[in-house]
Every structure is written in C-alpha cells, then in structure tokens.
C-alpha cells in the first residue's frame, strides 16, 4: 500500500467519526430542552461539519476518495443516546455523558493518529488543532454537565 493511500484511509477513519459526531451533536439538540445546551451542540456540530470538510480536502489532495456519511456504530450510538436521554430522569445530564464518550473517542483517534511518523506538515497541523479542538469540547462539557447535575 501506498504512503499517501495509508494516510488517505487514516484521514478516512476521521472524517466517519466527524461524520458521527456531527450527526450525534444534531441528535442531541432535540434531546435537550436548555436553549444554552442546544447554541453548544450547535456550535460543536458546526464545528465537526468543519472538521469533515478540511479532512475532505487533505483526502482528496492525496488523489483518494473521501467517504461521504457516517458509519453504522455511529448510527447505533445516536439511537443509544435516544434511548437513553427517553428513559433518563435527567435527559440532558445523560445527553452530555455521552456527547462527552464520543469526543474521548474521537481523542483518542486523532491522538494516536498524530504519532504517525513522517506526517506531511499540513496533515500533521490540521490533526493538532482538531484535536484541541475537541479536548477544549471536552472540557466545556464536563462543566455543563457540572451545570446541570
């Protein structure tokens, strides 16, 4: 396999996730009834539609094609969120504990990502801020779901 097919199906991975997270994020907007939790799961859906785009673009840089939707463990974890938010005695505590899973996930798979060797600069620079990004989302949920425990 080529270098470039190798990052290309990497950068592939991530923009499912951002897909994923994308799609949960506009998901638990209609699972919450604080108008402030919904402008955040707004702004991080903007965000993660962002995110697809840019990695859209690295992909397509690398003569690969991009995937264009989400995967089906997304989709399984959106409908657990449903689920779960239904059944919860306090829907937006649960929402956010799992809004916050998802972006330790995708942490976690933008970190082991960095420490590819030999990233090209702009990959390399564009995986850093994503991931930032979604650690300073981590942090600003974990004090909602301080808010609204």
């Given amino acids: ?72 463990k997304g989709a399984m974890h959106r409908n657990w969120m449903t689920l779960k938010s239904t059944f919860s005695s306090n829907n937006e505590e649960a929402v956010l504990e799992e809004a916050i899973k998802g972006e330790e996930s995708s942490l976690e798979e933008y970190n082991e990502l960095i420490t590819t060797p030999n990233l090209p600069p702009t990959i390399d620079a564009l995986l850093l801020k994503h991931r930032n990004s979604i650690q300073s989302a981590i942090n600003t949920e974990k004090v909602h779901e301080e808010l609204v425990s």
């Avoid at 990497?10 to 998901?27: F, I, S, T």
């Avoid at 993660?48 to 995937?67: D, M």
């Fill in 1 to 72: 396999m080529k270098y470039s097919e190798e990052i290309s199906n990497k950068l592939n991975e991530l923009l499912v996730k951002n897909y994923d997270a994308e799609k949960g994020y506009l998901n638990a907007i209609k699972n919450v009834d604080s108008d402030r939790l919904k402008m955040f799961f707004k702004r991080r859906a903007t965000e993660r539609s962002e995110f697809a785009k840019e990695l859209r673009t690295e992909i397509l840089q690398y003569g690969e094609i991009p995937e264009d939707s989400g995967s089906f």
